[in-house]
């Protein structure tokens, strides 16, 4: 796009202020172009034309694209064109500069042909700048994140200070009862 930026800025050098810009359309994988309009465009008065609108083409997906001096930009709008025309033809400019930078292709049921609109930039909301803070975590706060359920609700975790055999007597005790079953039965055979 910054090609198509300085190839507008000679072109204009050169020619004087008003510029000639060839659309064409193109099936995609093939080379021939076909002419769909001229767009004229002039940056010092902002004055935008389109002209020889080419009306008998066969309908079907195109590539849309631009002609400039020996440079041709192929494919800046991929559409379905149908006749009678009824499309927008949006032409971003660079800020102050009013030089072409994007050209976009759009399908509008209200307009008749091909209209062209021109587009400035508009600047968009800027975030405000805050200072962050500084924060040391402590052992405390990295163990409160090891456990995220009860840090989440604010709940303060109990350590369980029992030891082995009171936090599992059932499952000894169970497993005594067992031994002794199986050993009784083992002796009675």
Not at 38 to 63: A, H, M, Q, R
Not at 109 to 136: C, D, F, N, S, Y
Not at 159 to 181: E, M, P, T
Request: aromatic share 10%.
């Amino acid at each position: 796009m910054r090609v198509l930026c300085a190839l507008l800025l000679y072109v204009t050098a050169v020619l004087g202020s008003e510029v000639r810009i060839p659309l064409f359309m193109q099936t995609l994988g093939q080379n021939e172009k076909t002419p769909l309009a001229t767009l004229i465009y002039d940056p010092e008065l902002s004055f935008v034309e389109i002209v020889d609108i080419n009306d008998s083409f066969k309908e079907g997906s195109y590539c849309v694209g631009a002609q400039m001096a020996e440079n041709y930009y192929s494919c800046f709008s991929y559409l379905n064109l149908r006749h009678p025309l009824h499309y927008d033809l949006y032409l971003d400019t660079s800020h102050n500069t009013h030089l072409l930078y994007k050209l976009s292709l759009k399908p509008n049921l209200k307009t008749k042909g091909i209209q062209p609109l021109l587009r400035a930039p508009v600047a968009g909301p800027e975030a405000q700048v805050t200072k962050l803070k500084k924060t040391t975590k402590t052992y405390e706060d990295k163990k409160a994140m090891s456990n995220p359920s009860a840090a989440s609700l604010g709940e303060d975790v109990e350590i369980d200070d029992r030891s082995f055999l009171q936090k599992n007597w059932k499952f000894i005790l169970i497993g005594l009862v067992l031994y002794a079953v199986s050993s009784a039965g083992n002796s009675a055979q």
